[in-house]
């Protein structure tokens, strides 16, 4: 079965500092991986996604991601915080060929950014 | 732009009431998927839908039910609210092919049950 771990279910930075968010997944085969944004009050936005292309993944916002196979691993990382990046983000796994799209989430990490 | 809209943003319920949640999406994607999200759990899904009139469990159905009549509309349904029911639930849909696709997601409806 398939699964993801994300590290840290809190991270804070300074604003200005790198943000560095870890996801791990579990699987047998070869993986899509996504990474939501969810801010308060709010439903869960696209970050950015790997389905098998480029390994590092650019998104919005600033956001990007590197896809290591041999570490299971997916960290989300931007190299200065803004207090606008503060949000709860999610990572998610699901399957080429596994249909439906369904998607497996991790728990969230909390992004806080102090001035 | 996919645009997913969920009928109530907060609700309030009573135990023992009957609850429907709707979710409506304008791009005619084939898939629909109803979760839930309480903190430090992160979204479980409850059900899913491929196709109108079809639905398959996710992985916490109990309590709950789907329907799904035409493409663009799913409902979740709590036939019997209970307190352990609170929680904010989160409609989400994606195209259905190929596998792997993006799920698009509502605002959320944020449900108190007393």
């Known amino acids: 079965a398939q699964s993801v771990t994300q590290l840290g279910s809190h991270v804070s930075v300074s604003e200005g500092a790198l943000v560095l968010l870890r996801c791990n997944y579990s699987?047998?085969?070869?993986?899509?991986l996504f990474w939501y944004v969810q801010y308060p009050n709010q439903g869960l936005q696209l970050l950015l996604k790997y389905t098998s292309a480029a390994t590092l993944v650019k998104g919005i916002n600033g956001f990007e991601a590197e896809f290591k196979k041999s570490e299971t691993s997916f960290h989300l990382t931007k190299p200065s915080a803004h207090m606008r990046d503060a949000a709860e983000y999610f990572c998610?796994?699901?399957?080429?060929?596994?249909?439906?799209?369904?998607?497996?989430f991790g728990k969230g990490t909390m992004l806080l950014v102090s001035p | 732009d996919v645009k997913v809209t969920q009928s109530s943003r907060y609700l309030v319920k009573r135990t023992g009431e009957k609850v429907f949640l709707e979710c409506v999406q304008d791009m005619d994607h084939e898939n629909m998927f109803w979760y839930r999200q309480d903190p430090g759990l992160g979204l479980r899904l409850i059900y899913f839908?491929?196709?109108?009139?079809?639905?398959e469990k996710g992985d916490i159905p109990e309590g709950y039910s789907v329907s799904r009549e035409k493409k663009e509309r799913f409902s979740l349904i709590l036939e019997s609210a209970s307190t352990n029911q609170t929680s904010m639930y989160l409609c989400?849909?994606?195209?259905?092919?190929?596998?792997?696709?993006?799920?698009?997601f509502g605002p959320g409806t944020r449900l108190l049950v007393l």
């Open positions: 699987s047998s085969v070869p993986p899509y």
């Open positions: 839908s491929y196709d109108v009139k079809m639905k």
């Open positions: 989400a849909t994606a195209p259905g092919t190929p596998s792997g696709q993006t799920q698009y």
């Open positions: 998610a796994v699901t399957f080429p060929g596994s249909g439906y799209s369904t998607l497996t």
